[in-house]
């Protein structure tokens, strides 16, 4: 299993720029999701999905947009990219086992946002 | 309020050392508990999940707390491999995350 994939591992955009990051795993896991990484910040919860067609919003779901066509992908889009923006962004996945949900994280997209 | 609090350190220690990582979740109904391992550039890894009852894995001990609302990571005789962040987690309907305390054990 390769696990989580992501891709680009890194990226740079211009202000107003669009972009998807992708995301995709091989586990068959039904919950997915994206964070954004910020110094001193920690994980924020963006969006995620607990089934293909189901998504909601995180902590701070502004400004992206996400779709779960397939079990397998889920990509985050950008539709008019800021500074503010300029992040290190994971996909996870994860699956549930006795109640506890285990998550396993992607390598990681680098973005900055000039 | 921040869901998930941690100390962010930096906590300096030397090799052979016991450190304590504490960390402070507000939401009551939370289900589920974890400890991550961040080294630099990468990707956060399961560290270890924290069951009620507090559990250990070789030199490391997780211990939670309902009552009081916090979780704790405890390592026993520090490695100079142990350097890294420490990120907690915690579940309810999503995952969220402390922001993360960093080690360094120093030779």
């Known amino acids: 299993n390769a696990g989580v994939t992501q891709t680009p591992k890194f990226q740079v955009l211009k202000t107003g720029q669009s972009m998807t990051l992708q995301c995709a795993q091989d586990?068959?896991?039904?919950?997915m999701s994206w964070y954004r990484q910020d110094p001193g910040m920690g994980l924020r919860l963006i969006h995620y999905?607990?089934?293909?067609?189901?998504?909601d919003q995180g902590e701070v779901p502004n400004g992206y947009n996400v779709s779960r066509s397939t079990t397998e992908d889920f990509p985050l889009r950008l539709l008019s990219a800021a500074p503010s923006q300029t992040s290190v962004y994971f996909c996870?996945?994860?699956?549930?086992?006795?109640?506890?949900?285990?998550?396993?994280f992607g390598p990681g997209t680098r973005l900055l946002v000039l | 309020r921040k869901e998930v609090e941690q100390d962010p350190g930096p906590f300096n220690v030397p090799e052979g050392a016991t450190v304590a990582f504490n960390c402070t979740y507000s939401?009551?109904?939370?289900?589920?508990f974890f400890w991550y391992r961040q080294d630099c550039r990468k990707e956060p890894k399961l560290l270890m999940s924290?069951?009620?009852s507090g559990n250990e894995d070789g030199r490391f001990t997780a211990q939670l707390n309902r009552a009081s609302q916090y979780i704790s990571l405890l390592i026993r005789d520090s490695k100079l491999s142990d350097s890294a962040t420490y990120l907690c987690?915690?579940?309810?309907?999503?995952?969220?995350f402390g922001a993360g305390t960093r080690l360094t054990v120093k030779p």
């Open positions: 996870a996945s994860s699956y549930s086992s006795g109640g506890k949900k285990t998550q396993y």
């Open positions: 586990m068959n896991h039904e919950y």
């Open positions: 999905s607990v089934g293909a067609g189901i998504t």
């Open positions: 939401n009551s109904a939370s289900q589920s």
């Open positions: 924290v069951y009620s």
């Open positions: 987690a915690v579940t309810y309907n999503d995952m969220r």
